[in-house]
């Protein structure tokens, strides 16, 4: 086998390959001689298959299998004699010219295989790095705030009686046709629904007009709904509600006790404010997390200046502009609308998947090089995890992930983000930082390019 390297440019690798036709037509012996004791042909015993005779009727097709074969092998052991590392697999280039010749064993086969390298990354001491992390003390109020909601949907209501007046708080059972233009639109209509005005459960405005409405009366409501409206058909839309108010039912009065927090299943009022505490910590936690994790990477970003494979880089920028063209199509919107232009959008969105790649790969080598590994059990979680989330397809989903290693693959590479982002941690200088709640979940534009990879 003769391999010439016909490119060297940046991170870009050509080779050209040539196979003595001599090695295939031996490859291809052994292969006719194996099938030879298996296949079966009407007139000979088996076994007795003239070997000339299974080469003509076999032959150009084992042949190609042959070259397939060769083909893998020679470009690994091509790439694997330079030390070389592809950031993905070769393209394989056979001329179509003389491929005939090829099958018929009378030509060498020479094709080129072109692949961008992953670059040399030189780890750095990362001890330098600062980093600050936002906490946030959790005062009783805000506990008591969560309490108070948690039992508003636990409060008993008593029914007020016929010809009683609906006012703020009150719950009402009522049957509604919803119309825009005065047709009936899909979903607009339901009966036997209950409502606490003042809730916010329906679009704004409709709850209001039903102060005052008296049960087993009828009233029309005027509305309009928000512009950003999931249903596109109706965003926007004036509508009106032909509503039947059914019964009236005044809010009474909940204890918040112990036997509140039983109804809850938690054995204790203390026990419940501990838990609604630990859930608030454990929210609060995974934004601060985000947070440090996007200082980190941003520090990273500035240490590691290198060049990234551009098919890399291409496919997660097709996966970015996907998302991004698909979120405008269901909203309806525009890059206009987005104060932006496609093109201008394009340069942004290169940049974001450019830095995800170098990203990436620096994550992925200190990984490697501090032994980080996610385990198989891991990974299981996550994929129970990912099936919960379609209710009555879990088996369908199941059989997918298992069946499917680059499906798999997609639950283990988060996961292996996150540890090394957990290992880095450890490393830099990490110092706290007292903040407000609303300064905390105070999203930041930069927070949705947070995850490298």
């Not at 990362?126 to 009783?140: A, L, M």
């Amino acid at each position: 086998m003769q391999v010439t390297e016909i490119l060297a440019e940046g991170l870009k690798r050509k080779l050209e390959i040539t196979v003595p036709a001599a090695d295939l037509a031996g490859r291809l012996d052994k292969r006719l001689a194996e099938m030879k004791d298996q296949v079966r042909i009407n007139g000979f015993r088996p076994g007795k298959v003239p070997a000339g005779h299974l080469k003509r009727l076999v032959g150009r097709q084992e042949m190609a299998k042959v070259i397939d074969e060769v083909i893998g092998e020679a470009v690994k052991n091509a790439v694997d004699e330079r030390k070389q590392r592809p950031a993905l697999n070769p393209d394989i280039d056979l001329p179509q010219d003389g491929v005939e010749a090829i099958l018929d064993g009378n030509a060498d086969l020479t094709f080129t295989a072109a692949y961008e390298l992953l670059p040399e990354i030189v780890l750095v001491d990362h001890s330098g790095i600062t980093v600050e992390r936002p906490v946030v003390t959790i005062d009783d109020a805000e506990i008591d705030e969560q309490i108070e909601r948690i039992a508003a949907g636990s409060k008993p209501f008593t029914d007020k009686g016929e010809g009683a007046v609906a006012a703020s708080g009150d719950k009402l059972n009522i049957d509604f046709l919803g119309k825009v233009d005065g047709v009936a639109f899909d979903g607009g209509t339901a009966q036997g629904i209950d409502l606490v005005i003042g809730s916010g459960q329906f679009i704004p405005g409709f709850e209001e007009q039903l102060i005052g409405a008296t049960a087993g009366s009828d009233v029309l409501v005027n509305v309009t709904f928000p512009a950003d409206y999931g249903a596109e058909n109706l965003a926007g839309k004036a509508a009106t509600f032909e509503c039947k108010v059914n019964t009236i039912s005044a809010p009474g009065e909940l204890a918040l006790d112990d036997e509140f927090a039983k109804k809850l299943g938690i054995e204790s009022f203390d026990k419940l404010k501990d838990a609604i505490r630990d859930s608030i910590n454990s929210r609060y936690a995974a934004t601060s997390r985000q947070k440090v994790k996007r200082q980190l990477l941003d520090k990273l970003d500035e240490l590691y200046k290198l060049d990234v494979p551009p098919k890399l880089v291409e496919g997660e920028f097709e996966q970015i502009w996907k998302q991004v063209t698909d979120d405008l199509a269901q909203s309806g919107k525009s890059f206009a609308d987005e104060d932006t232009s496609e093109e201008a959008a394009r340069a942004d969105y290169l940049k974001i998947a450019e830095r995800r790649v170098r990203l990436g790969l620096v994550l992925s080598e200190i990984g490697e090089k501090n032994a980080v590994q996610v385990t198989d059990q891991e990974v299981q979680q996550a994929l129970i995890e990912r099936v919960r989330q379609f209710p009555g397809q879990e088996k369908q989903v199941f059989d997918y992930y298992r069946s499917n290693p680059m499906a798999l693959a997609t639950l283990r590479a988060p996961l292996y983000e996150e540890k090394v982002v957990d290992y880095l941690v450890t490393q830099v200088q990490v110092s706290d930082k007292a903040v407000t709640k609303e300064e905390l979940m105070k999203e930041d534009d930069a927070d949705t390019e947070a995850s490298a990879a």
